[in-house]
Nanobody
C-alpha cells in the first residue's frame, strides 16, 4: 500500500513563498499522476494542481495559476508544490494524492484520487 507524506507547510506572511513536498513509498511512483488539493476551515476540499506521470503536463486551479508550480522528481518519488505570492485566502490544509488508476492521467476530481497524505497546514497572515 502506497504511503504519502507531505511536508513544508508553515506560517508565512502574505506575499511570501513556501514549497510543499510529498514523498511517496510503496509502489511505482512514476506510474501514477499526482495531485494537490486543499481544504480551508468550513469549506470543501478543492483542487489546486495536478501533474502527469512524466511531469510533462500540469494543471492548475484558476485561483493559483501563475503563482503556484507543481513538479515531480520520479527518481526521488517526490512531488512538489512551489507556492509564491501567497495570499491569506491560500490558508488551508494541503493534501497530496495519487490517482487511483495506474497509467491514468491527472484530473481535477478528488474522487479520482486515492490514497491521500495526512496533510500539511499552510497559514498565510495578512
Amino acid at each position: 500500500q502506497v504511503q504519502l507524506v507531505e511536508s513544508g507547510g508553515g506560517l508565512v506572511q502574505a506575499g511570501g513563498s513556501l514549497r510543499l513536498s510529498c514523498a511517496a513509498s510503496g509502489r511505482t511512483f512514476s506510474s501514477y499522476a499526482m495531485g494537490w488539493f486543499r481544504q480551508a476551515p468550513g469549506k470543501e476540499r478543492e483542487f489546486v494542481s495536478a501533474i502527469s506521470r512524466s511531469g510533462g503536463r500540469t494543471y492548475y486551479a484558476d485561483s493559483v495559476k501563475g503563482r503556484f508550480t507543481i513538479s515531480r522528481d520520479n527518481a526521488k518519488n517526490t512531488v512538489y508544490l512551489q507556492m509564491n505570492s501567497l495570499k491569506p485566502e491560500d490558508t488551508a490544509v494541503y493534501y497530496c494524492a495519487a490517482r487511483r488508476s495506474i497509467f491514468s492521467g491527472p484530473t481535477y476530481d478528488s474522487q479520482d484520487y486515492d490514497p491521500w497524505g495526512q496533510g500539511t497546514q499552510v497559514t498565510v497572515s495578512s
